[in-house]
């Protein structure tokens, strides 16, 4: 079995990088057939983690290579649960993922159920954290790419630090193709390192965080 690499940690990171912006679910993903495939959510649901054709906002936060924000004044309780959050939601945030002076190859989703008014401090906030996340995406878009859907759940499932034996349960099978599962992801995971997943230092007005 390969070493897996600290998915735990970076999910951990990335988790208390975003605690400082208002948010009721958020989603780290690269671009892929034109949409994105999630590598990292708040939350891990099947639907939630598939992927998704990308939103006509997401495409121009791309095309632009800068963030694009839906503020809503009016709140819709009754469809607050929905999973086409990206629509129903009143305030949605989109930051491009991409190392400085290059195409983005990545998009961060970050959103509230509740009236919410992202200001012009967690845009900028949210737009440096994209270039500090360009690194980590690059280093596991393409071995994630090999993962097929279950595998991709397993790694999710592993970054949320569930065992063999609690991975088998949630995925409905037994714990020896669990552990198989967890080995093909360690395989073809395997060119990514500590490195490739430790965040910089990311300081902003009034901030300082060490991650």
């Given at each position: 079995?390969?070493?897996?690499?600290?998915?735990?940690?970076?999910?951990?990171?990335?988790?208390?990088?975003?605690?400082?912006?208002?948010?009721?679910?958020?989603?780290?993903?690269?671009?892929?057939?034109?949409?994105?495939?999630?590598?990292?959510a708040s939350e891990v649901t099947r639907r939630c983690?598939?992927?998704?054709?990308?939103?006509?906002?997401?495409?121009?936060?791309?095309?632009?290579?800068?963030?694009?924000?839906?503020?809503?004044?009016?709140?819709?309780?009754?469809?607050?649960?929905?999973?086409?959050?990206?629509?129903?939601?009143?305030?949605?945030?989109?930051?491009?993922?991409?190392?400085?002076?290059?195409?983005?190859?990545?998009?961060?989703?970050?959103?509230?159920?509740?009236?919410?008014?992202?200001?012009?401090?967690?845009?900028?906030?949210?737009?440096?954290?994209?270039?500090?996340?360009?690194?980590?995406?690059?280093?596991?878009?393409?071995?994630?790419?090999?993962?097929?859907?279950?595998?991709?759940?397993?790694?999710?499932?592993?970054?949320?630090?569930?065992?063999?034996?609690?991975?088998?349960?949630?995925?409905?099978?037994?714990?020896?193709?669990?552990?198989?599962?967890?080995?093909?992801?360690?395989?073809?995971?395997?060119?990514?390192?500590?490195?490739?997943?430790?965040?910089?230092?990311?300081?902003?007005?009034?901030?300082?965080?060490?991650?």
């Open positions: 079995m390969g070493q897996l690499p600290d998915l735990q940690e970076a999910r951990r990171r990335l988790g208390l990088a975003l605690n400082t912006v208002c948010h009721d679910r958020w989603v780290l993903g690269y671009l892929h057939g034109g949409g994105l495939q999630p590598i990292a983690l598939q992927s998704r054709p990308l939103m006509p906002l997401a495409r121009r936060a791309l095309f632009e290579e800068r963030p694009m924000v839906i503020n809503s004044l009016f709140e819709k309780p009754e469809i607050a649960t929905s999973y086409e959050w990206e629509l129903d939601w009143p305030a949605i945030l989109y930051a491009p993922v991409c190392e400085v002076g290059h195409r983005p190859i990545g998009l961060l989703v970050v959103g509230c159920r509740q009236d919410h008014w992202y200001t012009d401090e967690d845009v900028a906030y949210v737009h440096t954290l994209g270039f500090t996340l360009a690194p980590m995406v690059r280093a596991l878009r393409w071995p994630w790419s090999r993962l097929n859907a279950t595998e991709g759940e397993v790694a999710q499932l592993l970054s949320c630090g569930l065992s063999a034996e609690e991975i088998a349960r949630a995925i409905r099978t037994d714990e020896r193709h669990a552990r198989t599962l967890v080995g093909s992801v360690a395989r073809k995971l395997q060119s990514v390192t500590a490195d490739d997943l430790t965040f910089p230092i990311i300081q902003m007005r009034r901030r300082a965080f060490r991650l």
